[in-house]
């Protein structure tokens, strides 16, 4: 099989850095994906693929033979950048290195997702149970898995695995990662910084809440790990005003549902605190919350871990390394549904302006990346 699916992404290359770099000139915040889901759609009705449509949540979907099966796989991989950016990015390609904000994180996997998807297309490989491609909406940041979420809804009760195209190659997360985030606004009467000296600060007072955030000491069961942030803080007016209003956006993650817990008491404290101070009003928004893992057979992950290890050792001849993260596999693995989190290029900088990916990686990523799926589907 590898002589064939090599043969093929040689045949397809011209074609997969040239999608890269137009969905690349596309920006595509959360929420705001439109454009590039237009684009996904056009580009697999190109390829011939029929029956593909855009839903509610943005996500565009292809689904090959998943008529009456409860067995469907999904393969995802997602539209959305964690850049707010609404005008085309800086697109460089340096002979080694192609550097663009958000072009590893997802872009790169998007564009193997679609490379695969003409391939089934076009080969006309029907998998007995179904498969499903998705190129997901609102995966990064307060997008807060809505495409996904999307997906489970619309196919409730008939997903019986789940693989998401982001991450680097021969890297699997095989657990997921909990998180709660909130925005934090802090009102208070203000006034003169001469004049009105004494008043409550918005800004002072939210600053206390930071730093009683950053002196918790975070709880550990086993091997697992838990951390906390204060992503964005804004407010104020004037040098000379004694600030109004303050306010922030901070999160804590886990990938143990107890830490889960024992950090969300932590943090009511410490707002529940804050919001009887004298002359401080206090507003919490949970504005994102991306669940732990549920009950799910380990075997199972196993299963397609191993698989996935065998793909990559037989194209590159490397192990395959583990680890947690927060992707869309969330979802899945917080209802029992086996899900695995693998990559398909090699790069770094992710979530950076300075992201880039190695150009010579992304072929071999493709290849893995089918192989991969075919492997999934037809192993047994």
């Known amino acids: 099989m590898n002589n064939e699916i090599r043969a093929y992404i040689t045949e397809n290359k011209e074609l997969l850095f040239r999608t890269l770099r137009e969905l690349c000139a596309i920006p595509a915040p959360s929420h705001k994906e439109e454009k590039r889901a237009a684009y996904c759609k056009a580009w697999l009705e190109a390829m011939g693929a029929v029956g593909v449509t855009i ?41 080694e290195k192609i550097h663009s904000p958000g072009v590893g994180d997802d872009t790169a996997s998007l564009s193997v997702l679609l490379l695969c998807a003409k391939y089934f297309v076009e080969q006309n490989v029907k998998p007995a149970d179904g498969v499903l491609f998705v190129c997901n909406s609102c995966e990064e940041g307060l997008g807060n898995l809505k495409g996904t979420r999307q997906i489970f809804h619309d196919y409730e009760g008939r997903i019986a695995r789940f693989i998401s195209f982001d991450s680097r190659l021969a890297k699997v997360a095989d657990r997921c990662v909990g998180s709660h985030r909130y925005e934090v606004v802090v009102r208070t009467v203000g006034g003169h910084s001469y004049q009105a000296f004494g008043n409550p600060n918005a800004i002072a ?43 922030m956006l901070c999160e804590y993650r886990s990938d143990h549902v107890a830490c889960l817990a024992v950090m969300k008491e932590r943090f009511d404290r410490i707002f529940a605190e804050a919001a009887v101070r004298e002359g401080v009003e206090l507003s919490v928004k949970m504005i994102g919350e991306r669940p732990c893992m549920g009950e799910v057979d380990l075997d199972k992950i196993d299963r397609l871990c191993e698989l996935y290890r065998g793909v990559v050792w037989d194209v590159m001849g490397v192990e395959i390394t583990y680890g947690s993260s927060s992707t869309d596999c969330n979802i899945p693995l917080s209802l029992g549904i086996p899900a695995l989190c693998v990559g398909v290029f090699s790069g770094g900088g992710a979530h950076t302006r300075e992201e880039w990916i190695d150009k010579a990686s992304f072929p071999t990523g493709a290849e893995v990346g089918l192989c991969y799926l075919l492997s999934l589907l037809f192993a047994d």
Not at 65 to 76: A, M
Not at 205 to 228: C, D, H, M, Q, W
């Open 55 to 95: 839903d509610e949540a943005l996500n565009v979907l292809l689904p090959i033979n998943c008529e009456g099966s409860d067995k469907i796989t999904v393969v995802v991989a997602h539209t959305d950048t964690v850049f707010p950016d609404t005008e085309p990015m800086p697109y460089f390609d340096d002979g």
């Open 205 to 247: 007072e939210l600053a206390r809440i930071a730093t009683e955030i950053y002196s918790i000491e975070v709880p550990k069961i086993g091997n697992s790990r838990t951390t906390y942030n204060v992503g964005i803080i804004s407010g104020g007016t004037s040098v000379n005003t004694i600030a109004q209003s303050a306010s």
